[in-house]
């Protein structure tokens, strides 16, 4: 008769083993329909929210909400993966597993180089997980009081870690909803500060050696949109022409601008203990259905790194995956931009996209006339590729994506409307869950004539960026076969500066 201590011991090595397996045959594990080939998704079974992202050491660590049993959500732990590129992971074994405190929810890591923790030993340099504890007893029982944050270390570069036996150190006061810790060094007062979401705004704390935290002050009861619950805040600075700017992101689930799961943010200041925007506009950092939960990766100095989950809260449970289910966007550098009277958010894909673009296959001055079937220059790319086009003057146009079955994504602009579009209304599967079909739009932010657009396309999904990526949308599809198919089209003439087409190479091989 094996122990209980036998038993948690073997599950683990399977799980462990199982995993090995998989990133010593990625080609093998990463070939199935709808398996993204140039986004992150685990080898096997359920991720949501990406969790901890730091970077240390020259290495990129992302961890992610994950359950290892099934591919629907249950008990959650931190999954990991590593990168020293932001474009090929490596899939290591679960770092934080459930306890008697609860389930391991979202949060953040930070370098603590000043050891303030006290958990460095050695000379080495601790990184400290900040998580929320959800317990499900409590939840069950009906108490408010059932999330409290918690802390982990790591003394080996963020490859093992140890749950800090004080935990948890932030304890509920009675909110429901009490959670998605993401903390950072406020310098000049040498303290760090929580951003966390309280039920429908933000919570900030502060503390000088991440252990004893006091509360700093609240925002957003008034401010932003409201239609769910406030999760996955994040707090960093950006700066355009010389100023600092605090960038306030929050993801709101649901009430997103397209139905759904979706991230929110503000811009303004923020003096170590209060934020204060520059004004109560709501902006959306992407206007798709299937990007939420997106946060920054710390310890990246003055450039800033977002990622997000690839999916919404109204259909994660249900996509026709078979093994895995859910995955990551694409690596996104944030900058600032001033475009009518407003300081917006921009997102473009990371540089580090272009090591793994193949040569492109570059036109320019083309005379759309109705229509152009782009088909041959895609027919090698395997549904994976970097669309980019250049007009000197933006009218209507739509880049239709279809297959021999008549299935289609149609991307375009709506020039009366001034709105982007993504329409998935004939992608192929969409009966799994009825809000999944759907035309999807986002205002345009640019005031300029000129216009750029870039897509990255990959098997199931597409990134547009407009406009310098003022315009973001995310979305996900699952047509019965691959599109093979490219067209631009347009009412009238459209004349298209330049046009390239660049393939992707798959990251698991």
Request: with cysteine.
């Amino acid at each position: 008769m094996k122990t209980k201590c036998g038993i948690l011991m073997l599950i683990a090595f399977t799980i462990v083993n199982g995993i090995c397996k998989a990133q010593d045959s990625p080609q093998k594990t990463y070939t199935e329909q709808y398996r993204p080939q140039v986004h992150f998704s685990p080898a096997a079974h359920w991720m949501n929210d990406p969790n901890g992202m730091v970077y240390y050491n020259g290495t990129y660590h992302l961890f992610f909400q994950y359950y290892p049993k099934d591919i629907v959500w249950g008990p959650m732990h931190w999954g990991h993966a590593e990168s020293k590129d932001l474009i090929h992971w490596k899939q290591l074994p679960i770092a934080l597993y459930p306890d008697s405190l609860g389930y391991i929810f979202s949060g953040s890591a930070v370098v603590d180089a000043n050891n303030t923790s006290g958990f460095g030993k050695n000379g080495k340099t601790p990184l400290v997980a900040i998580f929320t504890h959800h317990d499900p007893k409590g939840e069950k029982e009906g108490t408010d009081k059932f999330q409290n944050q918690s802390l982990a270390y790591s003394l080996d570069g963020g490859s093992s870690w140890t749950k800090y036996s004080g935990n948890p150190v932030l304890k509920n006061p009675g909110i429901k909803d009490f959670r998605d810790p993401k903390v950072m060094w406020y310098a000049p007062e040498k303290k760090w500060i929580m951003t966390l979401a309280t039920q429908d705004h933000i919570s900030f704390y502060s503390a000088p050696d991440l252990k004893n935290w006091k509360k700093e002050s609240e925002f957003g009861l008034k401010e932003g949109a409201h239609g769910g619950v406030w999760e996955c805040p994040d707090l960093f600075t950006l700066k355009m022409n010389g100023k600092t700017y605090w960038i306030l992101i929050v993801n709101l689930n649901p009430g997103g601008p397209n139905g759904g799961s979706a991230t929110q943010y503000f811009v303004g200041n923020f003096d170590g203990n209060k934020f204060s925007p520059l004004d109560s506009s709501t902006r959306w950092l992407d206007y798709g259905p299937d990007e939420y939960a997106g946060i920054t990766w710390s310890n990246t100095g003055n450039r800033k790194i977002f990622l997000g989950w690839m999916s919404n809260w109204q259909y994660a449970n249900q996509v026709p995956t078979k093994t895995w289910r859910n995955a990551a966007t694409i690596a996104r550098e944030l900058s600032l931009q001033q475009s009518k009277g407003q300081i917006l958010l921009a997102s473009r894909p990371v540089a580090e996209l272009k090591n793994i673009e193949t040569k492109p296959i570059a036109l320019s001055q083309l005379t759309v006339n109705g229509s152009l079937d782009l088909s041959s220059k895609i027919n090698k790319l395997k549904s994976r590729y970097v669309l980019k086009l250049s007009l000197n003057t933006l009218k209507d146009y739509g880049i239709r994506l279809s297959n021999a079955k008549g299935e289609e994504v149609l991307i375009g602009y709506d020039q009366t409307k001034e709105q982007y579009y993504i329409d998935r209304t004939k992608a192929g599967k969409m009966d799994f869950q009825k809000d999944f079909s759907g035309r999807f739009t986002a205002p345009r932010l640019s005031t300029a004539k000129n216009s750029d657009l870039t897509l990255v396309i990959d098997k199931s999904s597409v990134e547009l960026f407009a406009d310098g990526g003022l315009t973001t949308m995310t979305t996900i599809y699952f047509p019965t076969e691959d599109f093979s198919k490219l067209a631009i089209k347009t009412n009238g003439k459209l004349m298209i500066d330049n046009l390239s087409i660049s393939g992707l190479k798959s990251i698991w091989k």
